[in-house]
């Protein structure tokens, strides 16, 4: 293969692997409770793609491309059909220096777009630390309110955190 | 722009679509019921590729490139989610002529690429007029059974076919 062949086959991987994840992938961030942490609650973001087990050769590419994150399978007991695997990729490191320039540079076609950029603002705080304090991880948790999942958010609904707004709201 | 980046820009988008496909697009085949056919059956062939209201441009992306199908909308009035649009393309022709020779250049890297075969071998068949017979819907029908959707075939398990393969064994 000459180095013109390698590029483009570079390219088709990297156009592939776009048109995939505004497909199939996913960008999320949930708050999960956690007593160990000051705040009780921890920050979880991710860059998920899912497909059932015939087609987990299509998930080793992304991840070979990569060359990080991490293979978890659903068993499925309850039923006849195929288990699942979930690609992830949970680490801050990993998706600061990999994930995120990857999709800055290769922009999505659909609205998955705007769950990135929320996504890597998101990603961005955290670096800076700021989720490690309630008024970074409000933040946080309103901006997760504005991703395609629409999800109210556990953290915001949770009586401490109205609390805690409420009086916010009155000084 | 020069020749080579329009080739690039081409090779892009091409992969995206597979990527896309391999996330979302369908290749499906259909038995309905249809009095005024001979066989009292219609087969009824289609790629399909469905998102979100907000993500129509992808669509339109596909749609563009290969210069064929029809956008339908789903609407949505029980809730509060956004409209559905399915990219569709129905046409025996544009089937033959564009979609499947673009998935034969471009192959799906999921389990969906097994779909694929099952839709060409049949849109083949259908191209030599063979689903107009009892014989050709039945080898239809059981291709179709192999197809990941795995439904048990309406046509198979209806009683006048059932009937006519028990006469069929018989002989």
Redo the contacts between chains.
Sequence with gaps: MTSADHQ?ER???????????????CFSVSFIKNKTTKTGWQIFPEFVIT??S??L??LE?VQNYFGCGKMFINQRKDNHRENLYRYCVRSLGDLEDKIIPFFRRNSL????Q?DFKIFSEIINLMLKREHLTKKGMRKIARSIEKM?TKKKSRFLESSETKRQLASTARR
């Design positions: 483009q390219l088709k991987i990297e156009s592939w692997i776009v048109g995939f994840t505004d497909g199939e992938g497909q059932g015939k087609s050769p299509a590419i076609k659909t609205f998955k705007n395609n």
